[in-house]
Nanobody
């Protein structure tokens, strides 16, 4: 069974930090592109960041550039999203995903999804 389990969400004040983790199993993690997505209440799902397996490049949506850092630990089959300087507009459920490739800003290529972890940023 493929499993992706996101954790690390919570309530934080504006300007604070959180680190999300996504532990995976059931597929060859190191060979897969991975991504973080979010959905805020009343809004569509948004691609936050992704790492392509082919070239290792990391992509970020403009609104998080310079504040968020995505990484992966292939030995632990785990991906991370370090979120600094959080803003109230970052409030959303955050989801991790994996697939054969990623297209920045879209869910294209993502085959496996985890359940969300809620991030709430208070002003």
């Amino acid at each position: 069974d493929v499993q992706l389990q996101a954790s690390g969400g919570g309530l934080v004040q504006a300007g604070g930090s959180l680190r999300l983790s996504c532990a995976t199993s059931g597929f060859s993690f190191k060979d897969y592109a991975i991504g973080w997505f979010r959905r805020a209440p009343g809004k569509e799902r948004e691609g936050v960041s992704c790492i392509n397996s082919s070239d290792g490049r990391t992509y970020y949506v403009d609104s998080v550039k310079g504040r968020f850092t995505m990484s992966r630990d292939n030995a632990k089959n785990t991906m991370y999203l370090q979120m600094n300087s959080l803003k109230p507009e970052d409030t959303a459920a955050y989801y991790c995903a994996a697939g054969l490739y990623c297209v920045p800003g879209t869910a294209e290529g993502m085959d496996y999804w985890g359940e969300g972890t809620q991030v709430t940023v208070s002003s």
